[in-house]
């Protein structure tokens, strides 16, 4: 029994440590990534139907998104789809 009770005690000591890593190993990639990624301010105006446009607002608000992050989301996925397009 008491070799139970170490092997259990020995298995949540290394799943906190574990834990505790993989908490600063993401945290060490966050500080990377807003290093890397610095926001850019642009204002896009929108010329299209008033309809589509409730209708984005509508979804993003069932996503519990708002359109900034859409407008993000679909100018990064545009990106990837079409950057073999250009050469860098």
Same mark, same amino acid.
């Given at each position: 029994? +008491?070799?139970? =009770?170490? !092997?259990?005690? =020995? +298995? $949540?000591?290394?799943?906190?440590?574990?834990? !505790?890593?993989?908490?600063?190993?993401?945290? &060490?990639?966050?500080?990377?990534?807003?290093?890397? +990624?610095?926001?850019? =301010?642009?204002?896009?105006?929108? $010329?299209?139907?008033?309809?589509?446009?409730?209708?984005?607002?509508?979804?993003?608000? +069932?996503? $519990?998104?708002? !359109? &900034?992050?859409?407008?993000?989301?679909?100018?990064?996925?545009?990106?990837? =789809?079409?950057?073999?397009?250009?050469?860098?």
């Amino acid at each position: 029994m +008491a070799a139970n =009770k170490n !092997n259990d005690l =020995k +298995a $949540r000591i290394e799943a906190r440590n574990k834990l !505790n890593t993989d908490t600063e190993y993401e945290k &060490s990639l966050d500080e990377k990534m807003k290093k890397k +990624a610095k926001p850019v =301010k642009k204002t896009f105006s929108f $010329r299209g139907y008033e309809e589509d446009w409730a209708l984005f607002t509508e979804i993003n608000k +069932a996503r $519990r998104i708002n !359109n &900034s992050i859409a407008l993000n989301m679909l100018i990064s996925e545009y990106n990837q =789809k079409n950057k073999d397009l250009i050469e860098r």
